[in-house]
């Protein structure tokens, strides 16, 4: 199912574990995703109340009225990490109010990507850029 191109041949197998979980994002967050908790411990990420009923009712566009602390960064750069490696020739902007924030939200893309086992199956391109031009 990713769409990326392959760099590892898999087993049958693997590939349909691999498929089954690329499927469904909250399960590939799951299995692929690792986060720091509040108590400094790296665990997989695991969709929260809200999170999750955000995921069964977003929409093409949706806005999010939310406090702090309620995951939806962390949510939002996994879900555009797997709609990267699962959805063909498509983009993906990160922005904040302040370029360290935005760099420091590029740096969180980067390691789920990087401490993912998926970056030894797939090749995928992150590019920085800032500005405009």
Same mark, same amino acid.
């Given at each position: 199912? *990713? ?6 041949? $898999?087993?049958? %197998?693997?590939?349909?574990? !691999?498929? *089954?979980?690329?499927? /469904?994002?909250?399960?590939? =967050?799951?299995?692929? $995703? ?10 997989? =990420? ?12 977003? &929409?093409?566009? +949706?806005?999010?009225?939310? +406090? ?14 797997? +709609?990267? !490696? ?7 902007? $990160? $922005? #904040?109010?302040?370029? /360290? +924030? *935005?760099?420091?939200?590029? /740096?969180?893309? %980067? #390691?789920?990507?990087? &401490? #993912? ?5 797939? #090749?995928?391109?992150?590019? %920085? ?5």
């Amino acid at each position: 199912m *990713a769409t990326t191109k392959v760099k590892t041949k $898999v087993n049958a %197998k693997t590939a349909k574990k !691999l498929e *089954a979980i690329n499927a /469904d994002p909250a399960r590939w =967050f799951n299995n692929f $995703v690792k986060i720091n908790n509040n108590q400094n411990e790296y665990i997989p =990420f695991i969709l929260n109340e809200q999170q999750s009923h955000f995921l069964k009712n977003m &929409d093409k566009y +949706s806005i999010i009225l939310k +406090s702090r602390a309620l995951g939806f960064t962390t949510f939002s750069l996994a879900y555009c990490l797997w +709609s990267a !490696l699962n959805k063909p020739r498509t983009n993906y902007l $990160v $922005v #904040s109010y302040k370029q /360290d +924030s *935005a760099t420091a939200l590029f /740096d969180k893309l %980067k #390691s789920f990507y990087g &401490d #993912s086992p998926m970056k030894n199956i797939t #090749s995928l391109k992150i590019r %920085k850029t800032t500005g405009f031009k």
